[in-house]
Nanobody, 122 residues
Framework: QVPLVESGGGLVQPGGSLRLSCAAPGSIFEIGLMGWHRQAPGQQRELVATITEAGLADYADSVKGRFTISRDNAKNTVYLQMNSLKPEDAGVYYC????????????????WGQGTQVTVSS
């Protein structure tokens, strides 16, 4: 099991910014797709953004132009810069790592982070 360690959530006013981080600690051979999902109370978990190992990013329409996903492969870390936050952006944000291999001979597995709360309120 690989614990994905998330940080950066909190309370912010509408229009404000937050930066989320998610790191896979320890020695890791490779991680494929990394991404962020979010879940608001009473809602299904939804995809926010993904980024490939090569750095190709994709976003949900609702966050395009406001959120930026990036990753540092050397640190096994993915980031989500969230600007111009809206109340509807609030929820628990989960990091996901797909195709993670600890060594070159390890099987590929997918992992979720524990979630970090984002609250957007005045």
């Amino acid at each position: 099991q690989v614990p994905l360690v998330e940080s950066g959530g909190g309370l912010v006013q509408p229009g404000g910014s937050l930066r989320l981080s998610c790191a896979a600690p320890g020695s890791i051979f490779e991680i494929g797709l990394m991404g962020w999902h979010r879940q608001a109370p009473g809602q299904q978990r939804e995809l926010v953004a993904t980024i490939t190992e090569a750095g190709l990013a994709d976003y949900a329409d609702s966050v395009k132009g406001r959120f930026t996903i990036s990753r540092d492969n050397a640190k096994n870390t993915v980031y989500l810069q969230m600007n111009s936050l809206k109340p509807e952006d609030a929820g628990v944000y989960y990091c996901r790592a797909e195709g993670l291999r600890l060594t070159i001979i390890s099987p590929r597995r997918d992992y979720w982070g524990q979630g970090t709360q984002v609250t957007v309120s005045s």
